[in-house]
């Protein structure tokens, strides 16, 4: 994309639909995160607060959660399209080798309503 390489445009604010439709399966997915995502377009802070508390424990209950378990030689994929991650520091004394890339896809549309 347009930011990738880019520090300026890394920079700035973006704005994306809170439900996406992802590119392959068609499915719906929740495209919000405690940390990039802010308000709603046309809400204040304050008036998008109570309804991204909502959305951020409704995406993190543990019905829809994977923990995986680091062991010698594992590997984990994930798609970010429709799963959000967070990196725990719980393999005190152990050495992880980690490569991140990113795949030049197809653009994330809203869901229909």
Not at 60 to 76: H, I, L, Q
Request: proline share 5%; with cysteine; charged share 20%.
């Amino acid at each position: 994309g347009a930011r990738l390489g880019n520090a300026q445009a890394a920079l700035q604010d973006a704005t994306h639909p809170v439900v996406i439709k992802h590119p392959l399966s068609g499915r719906p997915a929740l495209y919000v995160n405690r940390d990039f995502t802010t308000n709603f377009t046309g809400w204040t802070d304050a008036e998008s607060e109570p309804l991204l508390h909502f959305l951020w424990a409704h995406a993190s209950d543990p019905v829809f959660t994977c923990r995986f378990t680091w062991r010698e030689g594992s590997m984990a994929i994930w798609d970010n399209r429709a799963v959000q991650h967070r990196a725990l520091n719980d393999y005190q004394g152990q050495r992880r080798l980690m490569h991140r890339i990113t795949l030049e896809g197809e653009t994330i549309g809203a869901a229909a309503p």
